[in-house]
């Protein structure tokens, strides 16, 4: 892999690597390779093609992301001709996505908090995605009973449906249970999808109109990885969540 682009940024420093070989791209901030995507933009992480698997299932048309990285999902949603606005802190991120990462004009980007993005709003979207993290961490403010009462009260009701990536560093690590039980006191509806026996993976929550949702499967296929990809969506199950 070789460097092609470095960006300082308020939040650290951002790299762009490409792995010719492969006609891979990655965006790595603080040593955390962030997005992995071929060289149209498609992301090659099994999580990335779940989310966007769930959100075809839910027919959502008009979509709020928060957090954006290389963008690889607002790129695939706009492929498929869904209505998608990124929220980003990082003006850097949006910069990125766009030149590397082949984010379309056509995804609204915005500088902002994504509480703070939700708080000066009064648009319904049919889903939001959260897939925002300062180090290994989803923000504090970004795990509250208050920030889900206030994604809900911008979700078209009765269909829209709320997800979320976390990160489990292994069967033991509780913290996606633990998101799960406090979007349950603002949504009744909230399921668990993971993968059991993977360490450091990504889980996710999703709450909302959600009962009816399969295992999602793929469906925008990148060009190199599929049959990776196709197995592991095939080893994630809707499991139940533990309230403690």
């Not at 949006?94 to 995804?107: D, N, Q, S, T």
């Not at 990160?167 to 509780?174: E, G, N």
Request: charged share 20%.
């Amino acid at each position: 892999m070789i460097s092609i682009a470095r960006l300082d940024s308020e939040f650290g420093e951002i790299e762009v690597l490409e792995y010719r070989a492969r006609k891979l791209f990655f965006y790595v901030q603080g040593g955390c390779f962030q997005t992995e995507a071929d060289r149209n933009g498609i992301g090659l992480s099994p999580y990335v093609h779940a989310i966007f698997g769930l959100l075809k299932q839910s027919k959502a048309q008009d979509v709020l992301m928060i957090g954006c990285g290389g963008g690889c999902l607002g790129t695939m949603l706009a492929k498929a001709g869904v209505q998608v606005t990124v929220v980003d802190k990082n003006p850097v991120a949006f910069e990125i996505a766009r030149g590397y990462f082949c984010l379309p004009a056509a995804v609204r980007c915005h500088v902002a908090d994504g509480r703070e993005f939700l708080l000066g709003t009064h648009h319904q979207y049919d889903a939001i995605v959260l897939d925002a993290y300062d180090g290994d961490k989803i923000p504090a403010h970004l795990q509250t009973s208050k920030f889900f009462d206030l994604v809900r009260s911008h979700l078209d009701e009765p269909g829209g449906c709320f997800v979320s990536n976390v990160h489990a560093l292994h069967d033991l690590d509780r913290a996606p249970d633990r998101y799960a039980a406090t979007a349950h006191r603002t949504w009744r509806d909230v399921r668990l999808l993971d993968t059991r026996g993977v360490m450091g993976r990504n889980a996710l929550v999703v709450a909302g109109n959600v009962r009816n949702l399969q295992q999602p499967s793929l469906h925008m296929p990148p060009l190199l990885d599929r049959q990776e990809i196709i197995s592991a969506l095939a080893n994630m199950r809707f499991r139940p969540w533990q309230c403690r």
